[in-house]
C-alpha cells in the first residue's frame, strides 16, 4: 500500500495510544497527527510523561498505534524499521568493544555480508566527521560525557538510516558541551542529510535544530501547537539570541506552560 501524498517521509495520522495495564488501558496518545518532509528536522516537546518516548517507539514500529497510522516514505509501518536509527539521553555503548566496534554494531545487523574494511571505513568517516577521529580504539569509559554522545550518534547512523530518532541525546550533558553538540548535529546534517525526530525538553535546542516543533499536550498527548522556522542551512549559535528566536522561545514557553496545565479530565 502506497501512500500518494509525495514529500511528507514521515506521516502520522491520527494515532491514539494507551497502555494495557492491570488497572485498566492507560490513555497515552490521542488523535495525534505530525507530517515531516524529508530531510526536516522535527523537535518534540512536550510536558515529561506525555508520550514522546511512546511515538518514537511507534515510529520505529516498536509498537503499534491502538488508532491512527504511521507511514514511512509511503509505507504503512507495521514491523521494526532497518531503516531507522535511533540514539537516546544515555549513549548505552558497550564497554567491552572498542569506540569502532560500537559504531560498526547496527551494521553487523542490517548489513551482515558488507566486508569488514568496509564497515570499518564507514564508521571510521562518520567519526572523523563529529571530531573523534584518533579515539576509535579507546573504550567507551574512556571517552567524556559529550565524547561518547558523538559516538552513539555516530551509531545511529552508520547504517544511513532513512529516519533518525533522537530522544533527548543531549538531555545529560553540560550546557557548553550540548551546545557544541547542537552545532556538530548542524554540521552533521550537511554531510549526511537524514530526516530527523528531536524529542527534546529544551526549547532553545528546539528551536536552534528544529525546521519545525511541535508541541505536544499534556498525556494523553495531542498535536497541540507547530511552529515552522524556515531557516534552511546550517544555523550558526548566535541564532539563538536573534529578536526572532527569543519570539519563537516565548510562544513555545506559553505553549508548555498551557500543556503543563492541561489534564485529562479537561481534555
Ligand atoms: N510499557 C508501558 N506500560 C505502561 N505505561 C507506560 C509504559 N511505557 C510508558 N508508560 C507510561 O506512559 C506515559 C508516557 O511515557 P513516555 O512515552 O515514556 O513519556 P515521555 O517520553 O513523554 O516522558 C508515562 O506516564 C509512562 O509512565
Ligand atoms: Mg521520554
Known amino acids: 500500500m ?22 485498566g488501558p ?32 511507534l515510529i520505529a514500529g516498536l509498537m503499534f498505534p491502538d488508532e491512527g497510522e504511521v507511514w514511512l516514505h509511503g509505507e504503512r509501518v507495521t514491523s521494526p524499521r532497518k531503516t531507522v536509527g ?13 569506540i ?9 545487523i542490517v548489513a551482515p555480508r558488507m ?32 565524547m561518547r554522545q558523538r559516538a552513539s550518534l555516530c551509531r545511529s547512523l552508520v547504517h544511513k538510516p532513512d529516519v533518525l530518532i533522537l530522544d ?12 557544541d553538540l547542537w552545532q556538530t548535529m548542524h554540521e552533521l546534517r550537511v554531510k549526511e542529510p537524514v530526516t530527523a525526530v528531536l ?12 525546521d519545525q516543533v511541535v508541541v505536544l499536550s499534556g498525556r494523553p498527548a495531542t498535536t497541540q501547537y507547530v511552529m515552522d522556522i524556515p531557516l534552511p542551512g546550517p544555523r550558526p549559535l548566535d541564532m539563538i539570541y536573534t529578536p526572532e528566536s527569543v519570539e519563537r522561545l516565548a510562544i513555545l514557553r506559553k505553549q508548555i506552560q498551557i500543556a503543563q496545565g492541561r489534564t485529562e479530565g479537561d481534555a
Not at 488523535?31 to 510536558?47: K, N, T
Not at 569502532?100 to 553487523?108: F, K, S, T
Request: net charge neutral.
Open 115 to 146: 566486508p569488514r574494511r568496509e564497515k570499518e571505513a564507514r564508521a571510521r568517516e562518520l567519526l572523523a566527521l563529529v571530531g573523534l577521529e584518533g579515539n576509535e580504539n579507546k573504550r567507551p569509559s574512556e571517552l567524556s560525557g559529550g
Open 168 to 179: 533527548e541525546p543531549f538531555g545529560a550533558l553540560d550546557a557548553f558541551t550540548r551546545e
Open 86 to 98: 535511533m540514539a537516546f539521553q544515555n549513549p548505552v555503548l558497550l564497554e567491552w568493544r572498542t
Open 2 to 23: 502506497k501512500d500518494c501524498r509525495l514529500g511528507n517521509l514521515i506521516e502520522i495520522k491520527g494515532v491514539t495510544h494507551a497502555y494495557k495495564t492491570k488497572a
Open 199 to 210: 524529542i527534546t525538553h529544551d526549547l532553545r535546542e528546539s528551536v536552534y535544530l528544529g
Open 26 to 57: 492507560f490513555p497515552v496518545l490521542r488523535d495525534l497527527d505530525i507530517s515531516i518532509p524529508e530531510g526536516s528536522f522535527c523537535a518534540v516537546v512536550g510536558p515529561s510523561g506525555c508520550g514522546k518516548s511512546t511515538l518514537t517507539r
Open 100 to 108: 569502532l566496534q560500537n559504531v560498526i554494531l547496527p551494521l553487523e
